[in-house]
């Protein structure tokens, strides 16, 4: 099962806003629930920041928000600050037949 | 406070076998599906394995099925990766992962071991 597409790279100046997206197929992001965002930073362990396409864990800023069209996810991330410069990876649920899981290339975000 | 703890790893030449451990505390362990997703620069993240609450249901990403095991003791808050016919390219850091509810999302991840497989 191939990869989900991420942008490689993004960047923003600090409290702006900005989108990332996540373009699957229809049989995975298109076909289940269950995409997920991650945010990982050098050294630390990665972070679940959106469960069930839309959902934020408990402990999650609200600055973090994510929304789906057809076969592609996005992350938004409002009021950028510093610590939110990091590595972010979208994820979805593929089916038992077709791998499980799957994961983007990851998108490095700078916040300018 | 939830904390997964992986070991195991190392180097290894290709060919051999390796077992990750991972013990776990902070949550009731049998009520969580539990994951092995392992890291590189290269490729990013890359689901290998899970395993439902009670051992019921296992699944293996395609590049280590038939090679890798999953298994869990949940008398002993511990989850197992058996590997076997190992390449180079199962180089990668390997983290220990909660779910979330079962099989929905990767919730809380321990810092990995790192296994290298080189001559």
């Known amino acids: 099962h191939s990869a989900l597409t991420q942008p490689a790279s993004v960047s923003e100046s600090r409290g702006q806003s900005i989108t990332i997206s996540c373009t699957g197929s229809g049989s995975d992001i298109g076909a289940y629930n269950f995409v997920s965002w991650y945010q990982l930073h050098p050294g630390k362990a990665p972070k679940l920041l959106i469960f069930a396409v839309t959902k934020r864990p408990s402990g999650v800023s609200t600055r973090f928000s994510a929304s789906r069209s057809g076969n592609t996810a996005f992350l938004t991330i409002s009021g950028l600050q510093a610590e939110d410069e990091a590595d972010y990876y979208c994820s979805s649920f593929t089916g038992s037949d077709n791998g499980f899981w799957v994961f983007g290339g990851g998108t490095k975000l700078t916040v300018l | 406070e939830v904390q997964l703890v992986e070991s195991g790893g190392g180097l290894v030449q290709p060919g051999r076998s390796l077992r990750l451990s991972c013990v776990v505390s902070?949550?009731?362990?049998?009520?969580?599906?539990m994951h092995w997703v392992r890291q590189t620069p290269e490729q990013g993240l890359e689901w290998v394995s899970g395993?439902?609450?009670?051992?019921?249901?296992?699944g293996y990403a395609d590049s280590v099925k038939g090679r890798f095991t999953i298994s869990r003791d949940n008398a002993k808050n511990s989850l197992y990766l058996q590997m076997t016919g190992l390449r180079p390219e199962d180089t990668a850091l390997y983290h220990c992962?909660?779910?979330?509810?079962?099989?929905?999302?990767?919730?809380?991840w321990g810092q990995g071991t790192v296994v290298t497989v080189s001559p």
């Open positions: 902070g949550f009731t362990f049998d009520d969580y599906a």
């Open positions: 395993i439902s609450w009670n051992s019921g249901t296992t």
């Open positions: 992962v909660k779910d979330h509810r079962e099989w929905d999302a990767f919730h809380v």
